[in-house]
């Protein structure tokens, strides 16, 4: 079964620097990473999602992939008080269509 | 645009009682539904993965008998926590998959037992 670490377990950021989060699968057929933010007692919303090699940047938000490496990384450049959140990483086997989500990274941006 | 509803949002139930919860795919067919419920610890774990005409599959600690799970059409499920107790308090999560691979989360149902 499909495990997906996360990395670091927590961060401590100040505000306006760069908060970065890794995941990583162990489904060498892995084909879709998605990342999501959840707010303390709040439904996780998706930030983004990727499926190609390559970086994706959606404002302050970047993410990497490297499918050889079964490896992602979220970047939140300029940093904010309202990036705190745990954000959590899922991943997807390939021909296997079950998302397996990972433990989490709890950010505190601090002013 | 592909949009995933959950319903309902959040629901208290005495301990002992059944709840249901449904997952409506929106814009899109869902040819699979991942069940997920994300414990007070905050880790997500898959209850069952229901992939239209074939059997629903559960994963270890989980079964038919406390969750059962109903996906009639491309567009709906619904699983039920039968006699929920403490332990079953928390974030319940679908993900529903479309056309060409991609997915889509709901927002949740949020399970408080008292």
């Known amino acids: 079964q499909q495990k997906v670490q996360q990395s670091p377990e927590s961060l401590i950021v100040p505000e306006g620097g760069m908060a970065s989060l890794n995941c990583t699968s162990s489904d060498r057929n892995v084909d879709y990473f998605w990342w999501y933010r959840q707010h303390s007692g709040k439904s996780p919303k998706m930030l983004m999602s990727i499926f190609s090699n390559g970086e994706k940047e959606e404002g302050r938000f970047t993410v990497h992939l490297n499918k050889a490496s079964l490896h992602t990384s979220l970047h939140i450049r300029d940093s904010q008080p309202s990036d705190s959140a745990l954000y959590l990483c899922a991943a997807r086997g390939g021909g296997n269509y079950k998302p397996t989500f990972g433990k989490g990274t709890s950010l505190v941006v601090h002013p | 645009g592909a949009l995933v509803y959950q319903y309902p949002r959040r629901t208290i139930c005495k301990s002992g009682t059944s709840m249901r919860m449904e997952c409506q795919a929106v814009g899109f067919q869902a040819t699979s539904v991942a069940w997920y419920r994300q414990s ?13 005409n074939s059997a629903i599959k559960y994963e270890q600690n989980f079964t038919q008998e406390k969750f059962p799970i109903s996906h009639p059409n491309l567009s709906f499920s619904s699983m039920t926590v039968l006699n929920a107790y403490l332990e079953d308090r928390g974030l319940y999560l679908c993900g529903a998959r479309g056309q060409q691979d991609t997915q889509y989360f709901g927002p949740g149902t949020r399970l408080l037992v008292l």
């Open chain 2, 40 to 52: 007070p610890q905050k880790t997500f774990e898959l209850i069952a993965l229901s992939t239209v």
